[in-house]
């Protein structure tokens, strides 16, 4: 007997089985070819063009490369390329390097506990060749040279060739043989894109080695390197390591950018902590500008990025985020990389004291009297003795962490309350001006708790309402509704010009008809010059800034969601701020607009605007009744 649903109806006989169920009921159970297994596999770790440039440039690195370079055409879908300076493989390997798990990487079980390098599954290579065609040119210092030709995962020509000491990989038409993967694949633009954030991350991981990207020909960045990993005690080799990351953000990012950042270093018995930090001035709208790396793998930590909301909390505003990069090197033992065939996430064997190690390493080196760029290590040695002293730590940040539901773009939960934020007065609402004297028949006003939220009476209830997040609803819904962005767009006096990077150039050809919609008159000027002719009147003063933040925006969206993260962004920009003082006609202000507002229990962020309280549930707690 079988009890099944389909649909609304119940099955509960094996007659009622519908057909294409009985025909895999029937079907006898059987191992997959390997070449299918390989299709499977690759749809784990091949997921786009810069999935199999994660994968190759990982593979260059283990090879103790000095230098590394990534040209791509046709946004990865055509051609990627990738030579490096490394071992190379082994005339008598190269075939066998292309079969599933097969790697030099690890051994045997106990391996498994102590990964240095950052492959070892012997999945990538076979998973990348069985979806495209590859052409492979290697030489190790004791063998002759060889190319391979592989076509969907099978080897058609293995031929001697002599070639420079180490790999060159050439991969073309990435899912040519699957095409329905092929379809999902976005612009070639978009897929460049992809390709630039991750070959940034592995540069970033490794700033001993010389990077360098290409992209249609034109070369995007090229990091210095040195080809030596810095050793010595510790102020030494944190010098140099610091020294040399700065001079890679410079090459990916420039000047600009990496003046922002201040040194933060810590060396202890079982972990380390080095990295640049963000001053509190700069912030972003997004956590795009964070990177974390355990043991100099790249890794996605919702844990992390909540420990550095946690260093800077009072310094920021909600969902303002700092831009970091963080260096923790951890005793192998301490942590599982093989969690995920992307290896981009991993398990801490000791999550809480890494927590407090980063949040209280972060807070203690803003907290300097002056945030000067020299190396000298920041003694944070005393402060990791206390956090994990039993019974000494501070525990409310982590069981916060823990208890909240962690979402890597969501906004941080900040007390604002004494964190000496600025209490001027701004305009009750800078996007469309309120009536001067509201309406509040319907509720009464008590007055404002900590500066950041409005008391008021209503229908029997006390609502608590948070003044930042219901001002930005309000303003994000006139966005929508008007067009005076756009309408109001101005000619501006001076046009105002500035230089992007060359990834910042490309997410603009992509973005530039959703900035015109809004009232942007933007124009290229050759090279990475920019000029602003004309921007929203609403955006005076910070249209540069502006700019900047959309450039960030995931251009994978669709336009319609895009444009309102944008509006979401401005509204959020043009609110009044936790932590600012209001007048009661201001408050009275305030709650009457939201009041208009369909959907005014949440921000267009998702978070909640109004916590309600019954008369009938203040009795009870008060047992009352």
């Not at 030489?139 to 080897?155: D, H, M, P, Y």
């Not at 190690?357 to 000067?372: A, C, T, Y």
Request: with cysteine; aromatic share 8%; glycine share 6%.
């Amino acid at each position: 007997m079988y009890i099944y649903r389909t649909g609304s109806k119940m099955y509960i006989s094996h007659w009622n089985l519908p057909s294409v169920w009985k025909r895999f009921y029937k079907m006898a159970i059987k191992l997959l070819d390997d070449r299918l297994i390989n299709k499977i596999a690759a749809g784990e770790v091949v997921e786009r063009p810069a999935s199999v440039v994660k994968e190759l440039v990982e593979n260059a690195i283990d090879a103790g490369s000095s230098r590394i370079a990534v040209v791509i055409a046709g946004g990865g879908i055509d051609r990627i390329e990738i030579a490096d300076n490394g071992a190379g493989i082994a005339a008598t390997d190269v075939a066998l390097a292309f079969q599933r798990h097969a790697t030099s990487k690890i051994s045997d079980e106990s391996d498994l506990l102590r990964i240095h390098t950052m492959g070892f599954r012997g999945e990538a290579l076979p998973s990348i060749a069985s979806v495209s065609r590859i052409e492979l040119y290697s030489q190790c210092e004791s063998c002759a040279g060889t190319r391979t030709f592989l076509e969907g995962g099978k080897v058609k020509e293995i031929e001697p060739y002599p070639t420079a000491p180490g790999t060159k990989i050439i991969v073309r038409d990435i899912f040519f043989n699957t095409p329905a993967r092929k379809k999902f694949l976005k612009s070639t633009v978009s897929e460049g894109i992809h390709i630039h954030e991750i070959i940034t991350k592995l540069a970033l991981s490794r700033p001993d080695i010389s990077f360098s990207f290409s992209n249609e020909k034109k070369l995007y960045f090229k990091t210095p390197g040195n080809g030596n990993h810095p050793s010595g005690t510790p102020d030494v080799r944190y010098g140099s390591q610091l020294r040399l990351l700065r001079d890679t953000v410079i090459s990916i990012y420039g000047q600009d950018f990496a003046s922002n950042f201040i040194d933060i270093e810590w060396e202890g018995e079982n972990y380390s902590l080095h990295g640049l930090i963000s001053k509190p001035e700069f912030r972003r709208m997004n956590r795009k500008n964070q990177f974390f790396y355990i043991n100099n793998r790249f890794i996605k930590s919702p844990m992390l990025a909540r420990a550095v909301d946690e260093g800077y909390r009072g310094r920021l505003l909600s969902r303002e985020y700092p831009a970091v990069i963080l260096f923790l090197t951890v005793d192998s033992n301490e942590v599982d990389v093989n969690v995920h065939p992307q290896k981009t996430e991993i398990r801490f064997r000791d999550e809480k004291t890494i927590f407090h190690m980063v949040s209280r390493g972060i807070r203690d080196r803003l907290e300097k009297p002056s945030f000067s760029d020299s190396s000298a290590i920041t003694d944070l040695e005393s402060t990791f003795h206390s956090l994990t002293s039993r019974g000494t730590a501070d525990k409310s940040a982590y069981v916060n962490y823990m208890a909240s539901e962690v979402d890597m773009v969501s906004d941080q939960k900040l007390s604002f309350g004494d964190a000496g934020l600025t209490t001027a007065r701004i305009e009750v609402d800078r996007v469309i001006p309120t009536e001067l004297a509201p309406d509040t028949s319907e509720y009464a006003v008590i007055g404002q708790c900590f500066n950041s939220y409005i008391l008021l009476e209503k229908d029997e209830t006390l609502w608590v309402v948070d003044q930042h997040a219901a001002h930005e609803r309000i303003n994000f819904n006139r966005l929508l509704e008007s067009s005076s962005m756009a309408s109001d767009s101005q000619l501006l006096a001076f046009p105002l010009a500035f230089d992007l990077s060359t990834a910042q150039m490309d997410r603009l050809e992509v973005k530039m008809e959703m900035l015109q919609e809004i009232g942007f008159d933007i124009e290229a000027l050759g090279s990475n010059a920019v000029v602003i002719r004309s921007a929203p009147t609403l955006l005076r003063g910070q249209e540069i800034e502006v700019i900047k933040e959309i450039l960030d925006l995931n251009e994978d969206e669709r336009p319609a969601d895009l444009k309102k993260e944008i509006f979401a962004m401005i509204a959020c920009k043009h609110s009044v701020k936790a932590g600012q003082s209001l007048s009661r006609q201001e408050m009275a202000a305030i709650i009457n607009d939201l009041l208009q507002v369909d959907d005014y229990n949440n921000c267009p962020h998702g978070r909640p605007t109004i916590i309600q309280l019954s008369h009938q549930e203040l009795d009870k707690r008060f047992k009352r009744k």
